[in-house]
């Protein structure tokens, strides 16, 4: 495909910045308030860490979000590749949930934009995938290694 036209549209892009930043908080806030309540410290500064990683890719989607006057902004997850994670995530009652079935399916949506992205139309879209997705690998990796063995 080339470069100068695209699968997705501008509308559809906002919906997909917008529910990946509203996810990624989310992320944020459960996996940080199990912080306090894990008890080896080698789990407490992962969790930390990777808490403060779902927020920071937070900030890079609101850095990128379309400003598109005619709609409301969102803050919700209403792309349909992301809603399976948010019920994933719903659903977790441990750490473990979050590396087992809520990463997956974030890196599963995430490697279907990253190949729907075009350079020139989506390039930006394109940078915050490629950082966002070396963190999740790097994150579920390391929260495997460490809840595989508890």
Same mark, same amino acid.
């Given at each position: 495909?080339?470069g100068?036209?695209?699968q997705v549209s @501008?509308?559809e892009?906002? *919906?997909r ?5 509203a996810?990624?908080l ?12 894990i ?10 860490? =990777? ?5 920071? =890719? ?5 850095? @990128?979000?379309?400003?598109? =006057?005619d709609?409301?902004?969102? /803050?919700?997850?209403?792309d ?10 719903g ?11 809520v ?11 990253? /190949? ?20 999740l690998?790097? *994150? ?9 063995? /508890?």
């Amino acid at each position: 495909m080339s470069g100068t036209t695209t699968q997705v549209s @501008i509308l559809e892009w906002a *919906d997909r910045i917008e529910s990946a930043r509203a996810l990624e908080l989310q992320l944020a806030s459960v996996v940080g308030a199990w912080v306090p309540r894990i008890a080896p410290t080698g789990a407490k500064l992962l969790l930390a860490r =990777h808490a403060r990683h779902f927020a920071w =890719h937070a900030e890079l989607w609101d850095g @990128i979000v379309p400003v598109l =006057h005619d709609r409301p902004e969102g /803050s919700a997850v209403v792309d349909e590749s992301l809603t399976g994670a948010q019920v994933a995530l719903g659903a977790a009652a441990e750490p473990k949930a979050v590396y087992d079935d809520v990463l997956p399916l974030v890196v599963a949506a995430y490697r279907q934009w990253s /190949s729907e992205a075009t350079p020139i139309a989506e390039r930006p879209v394109m940078r915050v995938l490629d950082l966002v997705l070396r963190d999740l690998d790097f *994150d579920a990796q390391e929260g495997h290694e460490l809840f595989a063995r /508890s």
